[in-house]
């Protein structure tokens, strides 16, 4: 029974993690246009303060992802190491 939940509760945030990688793809590159420009200027060293309250932002979107992707792994591997 706890490894059921521990391994579809991975799954659920697995699903949920790849959902809000593809949803920050599509805002951060809507054309490969964007994609191409947006390494032009890694380090911002020209951007307004706006441009990099903004870009922390994103950051953090980014960052939670990462620990939800973790978190699903995690799940995922303590469910499937209980035996049944």
């Known amino acids: 029974m706890l490894d059921d939940a521990f391994t579809y509760g991975g799954w659920a945030l697995g699903l949920v993690a790849v959902g809000v990688w593809i949803w920050l793809a599509r805002r951060a590159f809507p054309s490969f246009e964007s994609f191409v420009t947006g390494f032009d200027d890694e380090l911002q060293l020209?951007?307004?303060?706006e441009e990099r309250?903004?870009?922390?932002?994103?950051?953090?979107?980014?960052?939670?992802?990462?620990?939800?992707?973790?978190?699903?792994?995690?799940?995922?591997?303590?469910?499937?190491?209980?035996?049944?």
């Open 46 to 49: 020209g951007a307004s303060p």
């Open 53 to 84: 309250a903004r870009s922390a932002r994103w950051h953090q979107v980014r960052q939670a992802a990462v620990a939800l992707t973790a978190v699903a792994a995690l799940c995922l591997s303590i469910g499937f190491a209980i035996p049944d």
